[in-house]
């Protein structure tokens, strides 16, 4: 079984910036994909960012640019680093782990980005 657990998140201006973060216990393996994806009200869950434990990225094409993903996998880690917010990121953020080919997910933290 594996829990992730979400940190982070709130309440930005246009503009503004936000981290979330995200770390993850159980029986963990070391080759492993993490990252989040995002839910708005009335839309489906979407790809944010991904990030593999060997260190390839992948960004969607609306936040590349703004959005940066870090990981450390000693430590089951994960966080994403939000800049130059818009109002469209806002969402409830999922932090996800793929782990033994099984997909995990964490309870989610809320983004607004509003003036």
């Known amino acids: 079984q594996v829990q992730l657990v979400e940190s982070g998140g709130g309440l930005a201006q246009p503009g503004g910036s936000l981290t979330v973060s995200c770390t993850a216990f159980?029986?963990?393996?070391?080759?492993?994909?993490m990252g989040w994806y995002r839910q708005a009200p009335g839309k489906q869950r979407e790809l944010v960012a991904t990030?593999?434990?060997?260190?390839?990225?992948n960004y969607a094409n609306s936040v590349k640019g703004r959005f940066t993903i870090s990981g450390d996998n000693a430590k089951n880690t994960v966080a994403l680093q939000m800049n130059s917010l818009k109002p469209e990121d806002t969402a409830v953020y999922f932090c996800?782990?793929?782990?033994?080919?099984?997909?995990?997910w964490g309870q989610g933290t809320r983004v607004t980005v509003s003036a």
């Open positions: 159980g029986v963990l393996n070391s080759n492993n994909v």
């Open positions: 990030i593999a434990s060997a260190g390839g990225t």
């Open positions: 996800y782990r793929n782990n033994y080919g099984t997909a995990y």
